[in-house]
């Protein structure tokens, strides 16, 4: 009552049964039986007692192995009660296209079907990863039993395991110094989103100028991409069509093609278009840093990626020595924050120079099913058994994002998340859980608050969610518009509008006087 008997040889099993006919007995499929040019069914089984009459009836070698299959024949010849299919044949219409009901009408009873053997030892990492959707279609279509080398994988996909998370990368998270101006300012940090993009084109100089007005804003965030002759621009994209009409990658142009054009002075945001004064040039990063190397801003700078398989590893190290003698040379170590969507750049700076801020960031695409969440960390020794252990997908960034796996990694210090997953994976625990699992209390930001792509409405009904982002301690709010997140949360009582210049009250003086 607690063994059954099976094997890839039908006559073993037969003998089995027949020497006790109390045994719960069954047989394998294998995929080579399915390939009739290369296995003679006939020869194998054409002369198993019970099965005479229908070997001579299906003279063809596959379709005679497809009818031991489908309809449960052999087991049928010595009573047994259960089949055991490499994974590779379920779901495979070259051996059938059955559902579990229609084999069972055919096998004129209960199915009960198996699958091995899966997360194979000798599988590379992304061999098993491959394996994911095969075994959600085993599962659909109703396997019932499933045979593994990783018992822990397995069970976690199938949400079993006794512990949520795996200890599979010890050690503690890094943390921000004490001699970083990050901690003289009062929490949550107001972060500028690509500058003062709402008043400014995103990313430019003079958005980010215009921050230095604003009593309320604690630092701002921008974007950084590598030129062909290794400068460093700020913006977001990696192709300038939508910014200047450009059909220009910036990763492949010098930085005279760049400084040529200028960003236009009509943006669209989902179906908002925001317009501004002037067309505005694509300023060189050093600029940023040069005008605020004396100001006591936090300054988040995302590394961009360019998205090609074939140039990751040279545009990592490329962008993170001119990204590193650039914080050097303005002496910026204390006042930047360094991430980027694609984390082996950010481990790759934090070798270069272990003393700079790193973090990481997580986004909505990533806890969506089917995204490829190990691909950025394959590359992460330290990272190779977490990879082994848990499926590929939404449940993997979980961990990272749960645990601060991804921090450990490179010794990462602060972690921003997307403000939509805020209520799904924070909200729902606390910075005591978090703390165990970082080694510390861990440092939380959220972006981006008051999107420029969102409607009024939209806006409206985030704003509880941004409330209790603060409440909760989140350190950081990265916004489209700072003005308004700093009136939410109490930091300034007037509206979001921006600050009268000098030159602005000088004009509005003199049309009055003119009217008058």
Same mark, same amino acid.
């Given at each position: 009552?607690?063994?059954?008997?099976?094997?890839?040889?039908?006559?073993?099993?037969?003998?089995?049964?027949?020497?006790?006919?109390?045994?719960?007995?069954?047989?394998?499929?294998?995929?080579?039986?399915?390939?009739?040019?290369?296995?003679?069914?006939?020869?194998?089984?054409?002369?198993?007692?019970?099965?005479?009459?229908?070997?001579?009836?299906?003279?063809?070698?596959?379709?005679?192995?497809?009818?031991?299959?489908?309809?449960?024949?052999?087991?049928?010849?010595?009573?047994?009660?259960?089949?055991?299919?490499?994974?590779?044949?379920?779901?495979?219409?070259?051996?059938?296209?059955?559902?579990?009901?229609?084999?069972?009408?055919?096998?004129?009873?209960?199915?009960?079907?198996?699958?091995?053997?899966?997360?194979?030892?000798? !599988?590379?990492?992304?061999?098993?990863?491959?394996?994911?959707?095969? *075994?959600? $279609?085993? @599962? &659909?279509? %109703?396997?019932?039993?499933?045979?593994?080398?990783?018992?822990?994988?397995?069970?976690?996909?199938?949400?079993?395991?006794?512990?949520?998370?795996?200890?599979?990368?010890?050690?503690?998270?890094?943390?921000?110094?004490?001699?970083?101006?990050?901690?003289?300012?009062?929490?949550?940090?107001?972060?500028?989103?690509?500058?003062?993009?709402?008043?400014?084109?995103?990313?430019?100089?003079?958005?980010?100028?215009?921050?230095?007005?604003?009593?309320?804003?604690?630092?701002?965030?921008?974007?950084?991409?590598?030129?062909?002759?290794?400068?460093?621009?700020?913006?977001?994209?990696?192709?300038?069509?939508?910014?200047?009409?450009?059909?220009?990658?910036? !990763?492949?142009?010098?930085?005279?093609?760049?400084?040529?054009?200028? *960003?236009? $002075?009509? @943006? &669209?945001? %989902?179906?908002?278009?925001?317009?501004?004064?002037?067309?505005?040039?694509?300023?060189?990063?050093?600029?940023?840093?040069?005008?605020?190397?004396?100001?006591?801003?936090?300054?988040?700078?995302?590394?961009?990626?360019?998205?090609?398989?074939?140039?990751?590893?040279?545009?990592?190290?490329?962008?993170?020595?001119?990204?590193?003698?650039?914080?050097?040379?303005?002496?910026?170590?204390?006042?930047?924050?360094?991430?980027?969507?694609?984390?082996?750049?950010?481990?790759?700076?934090?070798?270069?120079?272990?003393?700079?801020?790193?973090?990481?960031?997580?986004?909505?695409?990533?806890?969506?099913?089917?995204?490829?969440?190990?691909?950025?960390?394959?590359?992460?020794?330290?990272?190779?058994?977490?990879?082994?252990?848990?499926?590929?997908?939404?449940?993997?960034?979980?961990?990272?994002?749960?645990?601060?796996?991804?921090?450990?990694?490179?010794?990462?210090?602060?972690?921003?998340?997307?403000?939509?997953?805020?209520?799904?994976?924070?909200?729902?625990?606390?910075?005591?859980?978090?703390?165990?699992?970082?080694?510390?209390?861990?440092?939380?930001?959220?972006?981006?608050?008051?999107?420029?792509?969102?409607?009024?409405?939209?806006?409206?009904?985030?704003?509880?969610?941004?409330?209790?982002?603060?409440?909760?301690?989140?350190?950081?709010?990265?916004?489209?518009?700072?003005?308004?997140?700093?009136?939410?949360?109490?930091?300034?009582?007037?509206?979001?509008?921006?600050?009268?210049?000098?030159?602005?009250?000088?004009?509005?003086?003199?049309?009055?006087?003119?009217?008058?």
């Amino acid at each position: 009552h607690k063994t059954v008997v099976n094997s890839f040889d039908f006559w073993k099993v037969r003998a089995a049964k027949l020497s006790n006919p109390n045994l719960v007995v069954g047989n394998y499929f294998y995929p080579r039986q399915f390939d009739a040019a290369n296995y003679d069914s006939h020869a194998v089984y054409g002369s198993f007692p019970g099965l005479e009459a229908c070997s001579a009836a299906i003279p063809d070698r596959l379709q005679f192995m497809q009818f031991l299959y489908q309809t449960g024949a052999v087991l049928k010849t010595y009573n047994g009660s259960f089949f055991t299919c490499n994974y590779l044949v379920y779901n495979n219409s070259h051996v059938s296209n059955l559902t579990k009901a229609e084999m069972s009408r055919q096998f004129g009873g209960q199915v009960s079907g198996g699958a091995y053997t899966l997360y194979r030892i000798a !599988y590379t990492i992304e061999q098993m990863d491959r394996e994911e959707k095969i *075994i959600d $279609n085993m @599962i &659909k279509w %109703g396997v019932d039993r499933l045979i593994t080398d990783n018992v822990g994988r397995l069970l976690r996909k199938l949400g079993r395991a006794r512990q949520e998370f795996p200890n599979c990368i010890p050690g503690k998270t890094g943390i921000i110094s004490s001699s970083h101006i990050y901690h003289t300012k009062k929490q949550p940090l107001i972060i500028g989103h690509r500058g003062n993009p709402t008043a400014y084109q995103e990313n430019t100089y003079d958005g980010f100028a215009s921050l230095l007005d604003k009593k309320h804003v604690d630092g701002f965030e921008l974007d950084v991409y590598l030129t062909i002759d290794n400068k460093l621009v700020t913006i977001f994209d990696s192709n300038l069509q939508r910014l200047t009409g450009r059909n220009i990658n910036v !990763y492949e142009a010098t930085y005279q093609q760049i400084a040529d054009l200028t *960003i236009a $002075n009509e @943006i &669209k945001y %989902g179906n908002n278009v925001f317009k501004f004064s002037k067309r505005r040039p694509i300023p060189l990063l050093e600029d940023i840093y040069k005008l605020f190397q004396d100001k006591n801003y936090v300054i988040y700078t995302e590394i961009k990626s360019t998205q090609r398989s074939d140039l990751r590893v040279s545009y990592a190290n490329r962008v993170a020595k001119a990204l590193a003698d650039l914080i050097a040379k303005y002496n910026m170590e204390n006042k930047v924050l360094i991430f980027s969507f694609d984390t082996y750049n950010t481990m790759v700076i934090k070798r270069l120079n272990p003393n700079l801020l790193t973090g990481a960031f997580f986004f909505r695409g990533e806890f969506v099913p089917g995204f490829d969440s190990k691909k950025e960390y394959l590359k992460f020794s330290n990272l190779s058994k977490c990879l082994r252990v848990l499926p590929n997908g939404p449940k993997f960034t979980e961990f990272l994002l749960m645990t601060g796996a991804a921090l450990k990694s490179y010794r990462g210090a602060f972690t921003d998340i997307d403000d939509n997953l805020f209520p799904r994976f924070l909200q729902k625990t606390n910075l005591t859980t978090m703390a165990t699992r970082y080694g510390h209390t861990p440092s939380f930001g959220a972006g981006v608050i008051y999107r420029m792509a969102s409607t009024e409405d939209q806006l409206k009904a985030a704003e509880p969610i941004y409330k209790a982002m603060a409440e909760w301690g989140v350190q950081r709010l990265v916004a489209d518009d700072t003005d308004r997140i700093a009136k939410l949360i109490g930091r300034i009582t007037s509206g979001s509008k921006r600050p009268i210049s000098f030159v602005s009250l000088v004009f509005g003086l003199l049309l009055l006087f003119m009217a008058v």
